[in-house]
């Protein structure tokens, strides 16, 4: 089972870029579908994208659809995610997650069973 670490977090400001980075350690990584949540203080974990094992199939949500791209790169084992046109209500943990039991598991969290620890995006006004 593959072991994922999230980079690339950090401070932006409005209107800024950021690319997240979920590199995974140990499986085939290209058997899993991976996918982006985020989880704001005081809110539930939302989706955000993801992605299908070839990368054929991508889907966003609706709040970041026209700014974020998910993309990966299964010879160096890591999915991306670029942030475009930052706010500053895109500030939460973002988490990498992946599944080997589906080759899309799409905007359903329960779907997933590989979470990463997590990396902090802030959005400054």
């Known amino acids: 089972q593959a072991q994922l670490v999230e980079s690339g977090g950090g401070l932006v400001q409005a209107g800024g870029s950021m690319r997240l980075s979920c590199a995974a350690s140990?499986?085939?990584?290209?058997?899993?579908?991976m996918g982006w949540f985020r989880q704001a203080p005081g809110k539930e974990r939302e989706f955000v994208s993801a992605?299908?094992?070839?990368?054929?199939?991508?889907d966003y949500a609706d709040s970041v659809k026209g700014r974020f791209t998910i993309s990966r790169d299964n010879g160096q084992n890591t999915v991306y995610l670029q942030m475009n046109s930052l706010r500053p209500e895109d500030t939460a943990i973002y988490y990498c997650?992946?599944?080997?039991?589906?080759?899309?598991?799409?905007?359903?969290?329960?779907?997933?069973?590989?979470w990463g620890q997590g990396t902090q995006v802030t959005v400054s006004s």
């Open positions: 140990e499986g085939t990584f290209s058997s899993y579908a």
């Open positions: 992605i299908s094992r070839a990368g054929r199939i991508t």
């Open positions: 997650a992946a599944t080997q039991l589906s080759g899309w598991a799409g905007r359903n969290r329960y779907e997933y069973n590989v």
